[in-house]
């Protein structure tokens, strides 16, 4: 009996493209080991699971603000006329078996998503990893981000329910708020005056094409710059401004990673099945007259909307053009936030007289400076999303609206320059106390006054 | 670890290290592969008896769970047979002779170099860019009407009845002393349009504190004042009726209805725009006019 040849796909393969080479090069592709690296892979594969769990939603959603009758099996809605948008969202939660599974699961994954850039970022920003070489893909990940907010912010619109439409009646009035040419802005936007017909159409193609385009094309930069300059590396024994230290991406790293894409998908499925979120059949279809009480955004544009509740009711002309009031928290804030961020390496290098390139990753204490900054941005942040849930302040402490107002207000402003201090102060004491001794070894004595230091700089 | 990572050449392999003992087999990965597979089979089982959405999340995600775990204990148990590896940087920045023929190459043409021609390509570039904008206009479906006039203004014309949800008209004794009435123009559809939405309130006359111009606005007492928030255009929805004063749930901006909607509390800067009210002859109320001011949201072309 003559046997066939064993059939070898590979080998066939690569008699046609001779791809081995590469491929035996990228097996052995070194990848550090460390917990923090797994923060990018994170949004990387929520960004996966928002496409898949996305694209299924697509099938079912209908993005018009058309009334029509609902025929499904949610009683209380069943025979009213509702927008197309509102309608179809209500069939995928209640009439199509999975459905809301999958509304849910997507729901779940922009937050994780979301949540890890952010994460990710701060943890470039702590280890001084926008450094040269690394500029570019900063501003890379930043832009990742905003675009990222954008569309989850698109996407939580497009039900069409009364709590998202405030959140666009909101975002109109930001709009609008942009220097000179917003009314404009705003017209063009919503096809006319808020709220048009036409926000929903505009919404789902940008939510579902453009901005998860313009997504994967930043990704795809991102991940192709990570690769050029390879990982950087935390500091340890054998680790090198010239080498990469850890696993070979065959087989531990890929099967961990793999392990990874699995965990995410775990939670976004386990969460979207068993974790209610934005039950919008309970919120109601959109009026433009109407509103819900309490009405709290999704966290990532919470700080926004927080800032909107604590600026002072302050509005003022300049040459006969009208500062609008929501001009500050709304565009103002955001700009400043992103532009910073931007332009963040420049300033570092102003503040720490850097300018060298680097692959083993800052340690905090380095530069003190940063450290300060960094923890007064984070604080202020945080007190600005606290504001953005004032009615959840307001009902647990029973004081009035102006009280827990002025409370926050007085918070904003103070509580950010104590956290950012104290982190300063104690970044200082660590630099002073060298590289092995950790946050929590530190004793009463280490944390010298701030002049002691000075002297010692000098003197060094 | 150290010298460990020395040992290693750059290709990644693990120079001259002493091949790992022969390891037990990983039982808990197959007992976690398998599991994935069962909770698989229970998804598409759930699925089938339409058991709901917890049963179709507890099986998908508990089946990912596994598989998350299974993999990750492999993984863990061919690290502990691995070294650290080593990978040599090389330098980011190009040879310079290889960068010079770079920069040689994008010079070299074979037609003379003019400044003219590479700025003339420009010009076109940017004002086919600029000419490419142009449609971008049509996105405001209004061709006549300016943003800024469209803000500027609403529908409430003189002798316009005010009705309210259910489209029926109004008469001042409807409105009573503890609860605000929102009402529309007359023939306007309110899920269309927000920019005329109108609260009515009934306020003691003795209470009542408009500035002088704005006398005889009210109809006994029964003033209307534009429903957007002058600060980010929400419904201002809640009335405390013990202190006639509209609160707007979305940045809690507080207007006292007694005087001119005069913003008390929170970010919100001008008083809600006023209304004029008369009655008709059948009794019913109407507006005399357009609102004091432009409603909603301030911007910066916002008229004087």
């Given at each position: 009996?003559?046997?066939?040849?064993?059939?070898?796909?590979?080998?066939?393969?690569?008699?046609?493209?001779?791809?081995?080479?590469?491929?035996?090069?990228?097996?052995?592709k070194v990848f550090p080991d460390h917990?923090?690296f797994?923060?990018?892979?994170?949004?990387?594969?929520?960004?996966?699971?928002?496409?898949?769990?996305?694209?299924?939603?697509?099938?079912?959603?209908?993005?018009?603000?058309?009334?029509?009758?609902?025929?499904?099996?949610?009683?209380?809605?069943?025979?009213?006329?509702?927008?197309?948008?509102?309608?179809?969202?209500?069939?995928?939660?209640?009439?199509?078996?999975?459905?809301?599974?999958?509304?849910?699961?997507?729901?779940?994954?922009?937050?994780?998503?979301?949540?890890?850039?952010?994460?990710?970022?701060?943890?470039?920003?702590?280890t001084a990893m926008?450094r040269r070489p690394r500029?570019?893909?900063?501003?890379?990940?930043?832009?990742?981000?905003?675009?990222?907010?954008?569309?989850?912010?698109?996407?939580?619109?497009?039900?069409?329910?009364?709590?998202?439409?405030?959140?666009?009646?909101?975002?109109?009035?930001?709009?609008?708020?942009?220097?000179?040419?917003?009314?404009?802005?705003?017209?063009?936007?919503?096809?006319?005056?808020?709220?048009?017909?036409?926000?929903?159409?505009?919404?789902?193609?940008?939510?579902?094409?453009?901005?998860?385009?313009?997504?994967?094309?930043?990704?795809?930069?991102?991940?192709?710059?990570?690769?050029?300059q390879k990982h950087s590396h935390f500091a340890g024994p054998g680790r090198r401004e010239t080498n990469v230290v850890g696993s070979r991406?065959?087989?531990?790293?890929?099967?961990?990673?793999?392990?990874?894409?699995?965990?995410?998908?775990?939670?976004?499925?386990?969460?979207?099945?068993?974790?209610?979120?934005?039950?919008?059949?309970?919120?109601?279809?959109?009026?433009?007259?109407?509103?819900?009480?309490?009405?709290?955004?999704?966290?990532?544009?919470?700080?926004?909307?927080?800032?909107?509740?604590?600026?002072?009711?302050?509005?003022?002309?300049?040459?006969?053009?009208?500062?609008?009031?929501?001009?500050?928290?709304?565009?103002?804030?955001?700009?400043?936030?992103?532009?910073?961020?931007?332009?963040?390496?420049?300033?570092?290098?102003?503040?720490?007289?850097d300018?060298g390139t680097h692959h083993i990753t800052g340690r905090?204490?380095e530069?003190?400076?940063?450290?300060?900054?960094?923890?007064?941005?984070?604080?202020?942040?945080?007190?600005?999303?606290?504001?953005?849930?004032?009615?959840?302040?307001?009902?647990?402490?029973?004081?009035?609206?102006?009280?827990?107002?002025?409370?926050?207000?007085?918070?904003?402003?103070?509580?950010?320059?104590?956290?950012?201090?104290?982190?300063?102060?104690?970044?200082?004491?660590?630099?002073?106390?060298?590289e092995?001794?950790?946050?929590?070894?530190?004793?009463?004595?280490?944390?010298?006054?701030?002049?002691?230091?000075?002297?010692?700089?000098?003197?060094? | 670890v150290s010298a460990a990572a020395e040992e290693h050449n750059s290709e990644g392999?693990p120079s001259?290290?002493?091949?790992?003992?022969?390891?037990?087999?990983?039982?808990?990965?197959?007992?976690?592969?398998?599991?994935?597979?069962?909770?698989?089979?229970?998804?598409?089982?759930?699925?089938?008896?339409?058991?709901?959405?917890?049963?179709?999340?507890?099986?998908?995600?508990?089946?990912?769970?596994?598989?998350?775990?299974?993999?990750?204990?492999?993984?863990?148990?061919?690290?502990?047979?691995?070294p650290e590896y080593v990978e040599q940087r090389s330098p980011l920045r190009?040879?310079?002779?290889?960068?010079?023929?770079?920069?040689?190459?994008?010079?070299?043409?074979?037609?003379?170099?003019?400044?003219?021609?590479?700025?003339?390509?420009?010009?076109?570039?940017?004002?086919?860019?600029?000419?490419?904008?142009?449609?971008?206009?049509?996105?405001?479906?209004?061709?006549?009407?300016?943003?800024?006039?469209?803000?500027?203004?609403?529908?409430?014309?003189?002798?316009?009845?005010?009705?309210?949800?259910?489209?029926?008209?109004?008469?001042?004794?409807?409105?009573?002393?503890?609860?605000?009435?929102?009402?529309?123009?007359?023939?306007?559809?309110?899920?269309?349009?927000?920019?005329?939405?109108?609260?009515?309130?009934?306020?003691?006359?003795?209470?009542?504190?408009?500035?002088?111009?704005?006398?005889?606005?009210?109809?006994?007492?029964?003033?209307?004042?534009?429903?957007?928030?002058?600060?980010?255009?929400?419904?201002?929805?809640?009335?405390?009726?013990?202190?006639?004063?509209?609160?707007?749930?979305?940045?809690?901006?507080?207007?006292?209805?007694?005087?001119?909607?005069?913003?008390?509390?929170?970010?919100?800067?001008?008083?809600?725009?006023?209304?004029?009210?008369?009655?008709?002859?059948?009794?019913?109320?109407?507006?005399?006019?357009?609102?004091?001011?432009?409603?909603?949201?301030?911007?910066?072309?916002?008229?004087?």
């Open positions: 009996v003559r046997l066939l040849p064993r059939p070898q796909p590979l080998r066939a393969l690569d008699e046609r493209i001779g791809f081995a080479g590469v491929a035996r090069k990228a097996l052995g917990w923090s797994m923060l990018g892979e994170i949004a990387l594969y929520s960004f996966m699971i928002l496409i898949a769990t996305g694209v299924y939603l697509t099938l079912f959603f209908e993005p018009s603000t058309a009334l029509r009758p609902y025929t499904g099996d949610y009683d209380p809605l069943s025979g009213e006329l509702l927008s197309g948008a509102y309608a179809s969202t209500i069939e995928l939660s209640f009439d199509v078996p999975g459905g809301l599974l999958m509304r849910q699961a997507h729901h779940w994954a922009a937050h994780i998503f979301i949540g890890a850039i952010t994460l990710h970022l701060c943890r470039m920003f702590f926008f500029e570019l893909n900063w501003m890379v990940g930043l832009t990742l981000l905003i675009l990222s907010i954008f569309n989850a912010y698109a996407g939580y619109s497009l039900p069409d329910d009364l709590l998202s439409g405030t959140g666009l009646r909101i975002f109109e009035a930001i709009l609008r708020a942009t220097p000179l040419v917003g009314a404009w802005l705003s017209f063009l936007m919503f096809g006319g005056e808020f709220p048009g017909d036409a926000i929903i159409e505009r919404l789902y193609i940008l939510h579902v094409l453009v901005v998860p385009g313009l997504l994967a094309a930043g990704i795809a930069v991102h991940l192709l710059i990570l690769v050029v991406v065959w087989p531990a790293y890929a099967l961990r990673s793999l392990s990874l894409l699995s965990a995410v998908a775990a939670v976004c499925f386990l969460a979207g099945g068993l974790l209610q979120i934005n039950p919008i059949w309970a919120w109601g279809g959109f009026e433009p007259a109407t509103i819900t009480s309490p009405s709290v955004a999704d966290w990532y544009i919470l700080w926004i909307e927080g800032a909107l509740r604590l600026f002072p009711p302050i509005e003022f002309t300049v040459f006969g053009l009208l500062v609008p009031n929501q001009f500050w928290a709304g565009v103002f804030l955001p700009a400043m936030v992103f532009g910073v961020l931007y332009l963040w390496p420049w300033i570092d290098r102003r503040l720490t007289g300018r905090p204490r530069a003190p400076a940063r450290v300060g900054i960094g923890a007064w941005a984070i604080t202020f942040m945080a007190v600005l999303l606290a504001a953005g849930a004032q009615e959840t302040w307001v009902q647990w402490t029973d004081w009035d609206i102006a009280t827990v107002r002025t409370i926050l207000r007085i918070t904003v402003l103070a509580l950010p320059v104590l956290v950012g201090v104290v982190s300063w102060w104690l970044a200082r004491s660590l630099k002073h106390q060298g092995e001794r950790e946050l929590l070894e530190l004793q009463r004595t280490d944390l010298a006054p701030a002049a002691h230091h000075d002297q010692e700089e000098v003197a060094g | 392999r001259g290290a002493p091949p790992g003992a022969p390891q037990a087999f990983p039982w808990p990965v197959l007992v976690c592969f398998a599991l994935t597979a069962a909770g698989a089979v229970g998804f598409a089982a759930s699925y089938w008896v339409d058991a709901g959405t917890e049963a179709l999340g507890a099986t998908f995600g508990g089946a990912l769970a596994f598989l998350a775990l299974g993999l990750a204990l492999w993984s863990r148990a061919i690290d502990a047979g691995e190009t040879a310079p002779s290889e960068y010079d023929g770079f920069r040689a190459a994008l010079a070299e043409q074979p037609v003379r170099r003019s400044g003219v021609l590479w700025s003339m390509l420009g010009l076109s570039a940017f004002s086919l860019g600029g000419a490419a904008l142009f449609p971008l206009r049509s996105l405001y479906f209004e061709h006549d009407v300016s943003p800024d006039e469209a803000l500027s203004r609403t529908d409430w014309l003189p002798g316009r009845r005010l009705v309210d949800d259910d489209g029926l008209p109004v008469k001042p004794v409807e409105v009573g002393p503890d609860s605000v009435i929102t009402v529309h123009p007359e023939g306007v559809d309110p899920g269309k349009e927000v920019d005329t939405v109108t609260v009515l309130v009934r306020i003691d006359p003795v209470e009542l504190d408009l500035p002088p111009e704005r006398t005889g606005w009210d109809v006994d007492g029964v003033v209307a004042y534009s429903k957007l928030c002058t600060h980010a255009g929400c419904p201002v929805g809640l009335y405390v009726e013990t202190r006639y004063q509209l609160l707007c749930p979305c940045h809690h901006s507080i207007f006292d209805t007694r005087r001119a909607a005069d913003p008390i509390e929170g970010p919100a800067s001008r008083p809600l725009p006023q209304l004029p009210l008369d009655v008709d002859e059948a009794g019913y109320l109407v507006a005399r006019g357009d609102f004091s001011a432009p409603v909603g949201p301030g911007w910066w072309r916002y008229p004087e």
